[in-house]
């Protein structure tokens, strides 16, 4: 079963070097714990947040899964406008694992 998310692009005001900046302050992590938790090397985290490194959208795919993003937050669909510029989300091309459980009225009451 093939799986696809479309969605609308942000307007993106920043590189990405400072979007994967923000992603690590927020996790309160310095580069090498950081690098630890995706399992990378601190030298590649640094390319990357200098520009000096492409980053690929597997890697993008790999933060957004190591660090548990909420897809409730606006940096995560930042993260994925810069991977899929197109608009289509396939889990795929950003190496993720997606399982998909129908909500029950269960689901429902306790977001009430």
Known sequence: ?????HFKPLLLRRPITEAL?????RSGLNQAEFAKKLDT???IV???EHGH???QPQFIGRII???ELSF???LTWELLTYACPDGVL???RLGLKVSISPRTSEDQDEKS
Do not use: G, N, V, Y
């Open 21 to 25: 900046k923000e992603i690590r302050a």
């Open 53 to 55: 490194r492409p980053l």
């Open 65 to 67: 899964a190591k660090l």
């Open 46 to 48: 640094s390319k990357l």
């Open 1 to 5: 079963m093939k799986f696809t998310l």
């Open 72 to 74: 409730e937050d606006s």
């Open 41 to 43: 090397a601190q030298a």
């Open 90 to 92: 396939d889990p795929k």
